[in-house]
């Protein structure tokens, strides 16, 4: 990078609670937020419109690029949000049919390069704490510190569903859940690689505040910050 913003790379499969943590670093460390997860899915909503996947018909990669054109991203409140056109989106994002078709959106290069070159410029000006795919290895190799949190899958697919439903799911949600979850292991697998130098951690067994305790941790010793005391507050759900 061209100038020495912090940047702390998070990475993981899906449902290992890189956004949740990263979001919590970011605000004990007072830096900004990036979930570059939420471009992609904001370029797939920005391509299914307000109807049905495959409403709109085209889901080459030059439509969908097309569709990037409405999308910004912008700093707010310690993070950076996609908009799409100028309004925020979040509820969209996380909608079924956003979720179903934005594997294949994350897998056509030019819109990859489209997210890391937004990523990139978030960073340039801010010191940040950046979720995602490719985070450690492709978008910032010189990263201050990498991490790379994993899970369990079955785990990963309960805190999924206590997420999304609100409630202790049962067996049966969590098998199927989990099922789901190794598919997309499998399609995301070339986007999910450890970087050589990135610390591995594994949240299966840790609390939410263990897992922000032990980034923040390794966060100060790389930058050698003046020490922060202030709390985690509360335990949320890990994505």
């Known amino acids: 990078m061209s100038e020495r913003h912090v940047v702390i790379a998070i990475d993981g499969p899906a449902a290992s ?9 970011a605000r004990r460390l007072a830096y900004f937020h990036v979930d570059s997860g939420s471009l992609y899915r904001a370029a797939t909503a920005a391509q299914l419109g307000d109807g049905l996947e495959d409403a709109r018909g085209d889901w080459t990669e030059s439509a969908v690029m097309e569709a990037t054109k409405r999308v910004s991203f912008a700093a707010s409140a310690g993070e950076f949000v996609p908009l799409i056109d100028g309004r925020p989106c ?7 049919d956003v979720t179903k078709a934005v594997s294949r959106v994350a897998q056509m290069p030019r819109v990859r390069e489209w997210v890391n070159s937004q990523v990139r410029r978030a960073a340039r000006s801010h010191d ?28 990963r697919a309960r805190r999924r569903l206590v997420q999304r439903l609100g409630r202790h799911p049962n067996d049966q949600e969590i098998a199927e859940e ?14 999910t690689v450890q970087s050589g130098d990135a610390v591995l951690i594994d949240t299966t067994f840790l609390t939410q505040e263990d897992q922000v305790e032990r980034i923040v941790a390794l966060a100060r010793a790389v930058t050698q910050r003046p020490s922060d005391t202030s709390a ?8």
């Open 90 to 96: 979040d509820a969209r994002l996380r909608s079924p």
């Open 232 to 239: 985690v507050d509360g335990d949320p759900a890990n994505t």
């Open 178 to 191: 989990t099922d789901l979850i190794v598919h997309r292991d499998a399609k995301d697998a070339t986007q």
């Open 128 to 155: 940040v704490v950046v979720d995602g795919r490719d985070i450690g290895t492709v978008v910032f190799p010189d990263a201050q510190l990498k991490v790379f949190l994993v899970a369990d899958p079955w785990e």
């Open 17 to 25: 609670g890189k956004s949740s943590t990263a979001q919590w670093v």
